[in-house]
């Protein structure tokens, strides 16, 4: 499940730097998230993206969290309860802070990234459970590009970014910071195709997305991601192939939409 | 060769029953419909030979209880949830922080909507 969140947020990864007019403070989008066994695909957990404002005495920011918990039906045999979040400008999607909890089995791991814009680096907390169950600290600032952005972060900038003007081919190189490291991925415009979602039959973006990291996303073209060619640009349906397998994720309910 | 392919019938109806009990249940098709051939093949050799058939009566009947239960799991199995009360507690707890956090933080400028 780890390997699928993973490519949950290369599937939606893309690092713009426009201007927000996709994605609202109170947005929340479901998705299903199915594994393929031996041809037959497994509902195995829910995937959940949310906004929302938060405010602090200087700024009001947009909270930007991800959510993965597995089906209960599967919870005695792997239960997993994945947090990420990330807090953002509302109106340029610039991320000051990022949060991920993961909770998979008896593994947990929890990161920090305090971000500073103007040095090109961010201070990273990484925390981790011993085998007493005590938790074991590890600070560490890196230095990044201007424009890497986290997971959680690059995964709603996709949204911003004008696709009408795109051109079919077009790929476009992102840096993304994981486990503190930067990942190169490319995102490939694939044209758009009419798709039948939970909000109706809805003409969508295609693209194809690969990283320089081959042990996470596997395959040319085998990772593709469908956004409604709307204003909101919503992921409506996304297929992968990682090294255990492939799967999917489907819309399952969507609210609170900007337009 | 019919003794091949009973173990084999066998081992896929013993693996389709398993299945069927499990979150899996809708694997148990694939090794059902193979303890069904096998199970038949196995049939046509005792049949020639004259051999005993009681075993494949059994790989037959394991066959028959595992595609009848997973049939009945992926008709009426419950809807399927998610229970996220701890992690709903987890969100709260997070957000707070991330703000004790914020706060701390030199994120005046342009693009921030600055509070009235």
């Known amino acids: 499940m780890h390997r699928i969140t993973i490519v949950l947020i290369f599937l939606f990864s893309f690092l713009m730097n426009a201007q927000n007019n996709a994605v609202g403070t109170n947005e929340k989008l479901v998705f299903t998230a199915s594994y393929n066994m031996s041809g037959i695909l497994n509902n195995l957990a829910e995937v959940t993206m949310e906004t929302s404002e938060v405010k602090t005495s200087k700024a009001t920011l947009l909270r930007l969290k991800c959510t993965a918990a597995t089906y209960s039906k599967w919870d005695h045999f792997f239960k997993i309860r994945d947090l990420y979040e990330s807090y953002v400008s509302p109106t340029t999607l610039k991320p000051y802070l990022y949060k991920r909890d993961i909770n998979e089995g008896s593994y947990f791991k929890a990161m920090k990234y305090t971000y500073n814009h103007k040095a090109n680096t961010i201070k990273t907390l990484q ?3 011993k085998k007493d169950g005590t938790l074991w600290d590890e600070n560490k600032t890196i230095t990044v590009q201007s424009k890497t952005k986290d997971i959680v972060t690059t995964l709603y900038s ?4 004008d696709f009408s003007n795109m051109s079919v081919g077009k790929s476009t190189e992102l840096t993304i910071v994981f486990d503190r490291e930067e990942i190169k991925a490319h995102i490939t415009y694939l044209g758009k195709e009419s798709l039948a979602t939970v909000l109706g039959k809805k003409p969508c973006y295609k693209l194809s997305i690969s990283t320089s990291k081959s042990d996470v996303l596997k395959g040319t073209n085998s990772n593709i991601i469908w956004l409604t060619a709307d204003e ?7 297929t992968f192939k990682i090294p255990v397998g492939n799967g999917e994720l489907k819309l399952k309910s969507a609210s609170g939409l900007r337009h | 060769m019919r003794k091949v392919f009973i173990i084999l019938g066998l081992l896929a109806a013993i693996l389709a029953v398993l299945l ?3 979150p899996l249940f809708n694997l148990a098709f694939v090794p059902a419909v193979l303890a069904l051939i096998f199970g038949v093949i196995a049939l046509y050799l005792s049949n020639k030979s004259g051999a005993s058939k009681k075993i494949i009566h059994y790989i037959f009947l394991l066959t028959i209880i595992s595609l009848v239960y997973a049939t009945y799991k992926s008709i009426f199995s419950a809807p399927e949830v998610v229970i996220t009360e701890e992690l709903k ?3 709260i707890e ?3 922080d991330a703000i004790d956090e914020l706060e701390e933080l030199d994120i005046e400028g342009e693009d921030i909507i600055i509070d009235e």
């Open chain 2, 89 to 91: 507690e987890k969100e």
């Open chain 1, 232 to 238: 909101n640009k919503i992921p409506v349906f996304a």
């Open chain 2, 20 to 22: 069927s009990v499990i």
């Open chain 1, 127 to 129: 925390q981790k459970k």
């Open chain 2, 94 to 96: 997070s957000e707070q």
């Open chain 1, 158 to 161: 996709i949204r911003t970014f």
